[in-house]
């Protein structure tokens, strides 16, 4: 944007349709997210796609803060999209972007969460190809929401489901578990630890190929555990495939720091969420190579078995405790955490 | 939604991702918008889609009110996307909805927003596949923000675009001018007109269709002038063409009411929204069969020819009045009315 006294706050006019919006888009938008296709302008993007499947899915991004250790409101809402389509088996190619920025917000603020998504987008080797902006007046919304809607292509023959998860398969983490939900309550509540938790946010589509072509019809599932946490994605799963869900305590990576951050505020890791975990259920026989596969990446590399499917208890996800107890895992209740993605 | 306590506002917790998000989705979203593709619940929804060109839109509704005559921010956001779909030649296939829902509303309000998003959906055949529901606490939201996200399929050697207009073409709207941006203007200052102005909000696919049926290679270009009006959608299409558009006042559809309206507010229709009209832009052979087949339909029954292309002011939008001066159309500036959609 060139800077004019307009340009120090957003302003109504920015979501008008008009003069301010086109400038907004130009100046804005279109530098950072380059290409053909939204260079268009039209009502729609004109997208050439292979024959085959398509996955599509939606997100809206409304974090507060929208700049946290590890991240920003923008990457967040590449790699949230990005990842959806990744679980499912997807290579992301596709995102609209829309924003519904509060009038006020500063210009300066807005090119650093775009240009935090033109990069996000680029490692993602995915486009934003379409986009909206609106502007609501002081006070209708809290600085800045982003919806980003993506589609993907789901080669032939690759079929994920929960419904073919089978007892006797295996769970897998790609790492360690907390670390978004942590570090954004964290910087809320203005509290420091000695070793700084980060947010895990990170694209996971070259962690799913690399699932996936380790694994083939092996794989049966993936999941990223986001909002609710690892407890909560698991208890879908256990619903979904019909089958209980056998989870070992000890297995669960939690790093040290995030253990006792969530010790000191009397929350539990597990339902918190993660912006770059995978979880892959796969068939018993083709766990190593997939384990071997996800640790040579980096986003990867703690990858570890954390438990098992059960014939019993179908429908629920139990924890077997370090001193063999076993207790039910639910899904979340209430919200301790809200706008956390 | 089984009716308890917790029935009878939205909370947090309904966005948490936990157990009463999935009550939300299962009682009202997947109620609304039965669907085997959404009923499966997955992180994205997977489409098999025909060979060829996909058309890819978003769009962001923060309209207020929520509810005003003519419609609703449900009907609202699947109009809207339906129609820049269908303006870019596309079939409507499926939409994403996304919700950002502030803590304390209405569950009865949101039903009947879905209910409306339902009924707009069938009537312009697209199926809602896949969604998300943040929930913002009191005061980071106003009420209810919809996004909506559509793909639609473009039939083979079809081509649509500005770049196509040429001088010589005329332009067609589909109907008369202002009444959606009227009816919510009037509704938010609590104005009562003798003769109600109601929205427009309606889908055009069918009449897209009906156009494209009629005016085969002929249509060059289709816009819906939402945000901005028809004076912006104009610029739009003189800046994109690169040629002049000469427009007659006295050929302006624009009802009595609304002009009376306009007039007492010191607001120019051509600068209001429309949420369920067409331009046309079309070569002057197939202007006549183009008409007859608008004006078959209800959504299309006042089309009527505005104005042409011209060599000349290539860029600029003209207005010929009726004592024959011409001025020049500027688009919208500065934000005479927000959150008109």
């Keep these: 944007m060139k800077k004019t006294e307009q340009d120090e706050v957003i302003l109504l006019g920015h979501g008008s349709g008009g003069i301010l919006t086109h400038q907004l888009i130009k100046t804005v938008f279109q530098d950072a997210f380059e290409n053909a296709i939204l260079d268009e302008m039209l009502d729609a993007a004109l997208l050439n796609l292979p024959h085959g499947r398509i996955a599509f899915t939606t997100d809206s991004f409304v974090v507060d803060p929208v700049f946290f250790p590890g991240g920003d409101i923008g990457k967040l809402a590449i790699c949230g999209t990005v990842n959806d389509l990744a679980v499912s088996g997807a290579k992301p190619l596709y995102i609209s972007a829309a924003f519904i920025i509060e009038e006020g917000f500063p210009p300066s603020d807005l090119r650093r969460i775009v240009s935090s998504m033109r ?85 996971l589509h070259r962690l799913a190929e690399a699932v996936l072509a380790a694994g083939g019809a092996g794989i049966k599932c993936m999941r990223d555990p986001t909002r609710g946490g690892l407890a909560t994605t698991l208890n879908e799963l256990a619903a979904q495939s019909g089958k209980g869900i056998l989870v070992q305590e000890e297995l669960l990576p939690i790093r040290r720091e995030v253990a006792g951050g969530c010790e000191m505020l009397g929350i539990d890791p597990l339902y918190l969420a993660n912006e770059g975990k995978l979880i892959v259920v796969a068939a018993p026989e083709a766990a190593p190579q997939v384990l071997e596969a996800m640790r040579s990446l980096p986003e990867g590399e703690a990858a570890v078995q954390i438990g098992r499917i059960i014939e019993d208890e179908p429908g629920l996800v139990l924890l077997e405790t370090e001193l063999g107890a076993t207790r039910i895992l639910t899904m979340l209740e209430g919200e301790p955490l809200p706008r956390i993605c």
Tied chains: 1, 2.
């Design 119 to 203: 990069e996000t987008a680029l490692a993602a080797e995915v486009r934003v190809v379409t986009g909206d902006t609106k502007v609501v007046g002081r006070g209708s919304a809290d600085k800045i929401f982003i919806n980003t809607t993506g589609i993907g292509l789901v080669p032939e023959g690759r079929r994920l489901s929960p419904r073919r998860i089978q007892s006797g398969d295996v769970v897998i983490v790609s790492g360690s578990i907390g670390e978004h939900g942590l570090a954004i309550l964290a910087r809320r509540e203005g509290l420091s630890f000695t070793t700084p938790v980060v947010s895990d946010s990170t694209a």
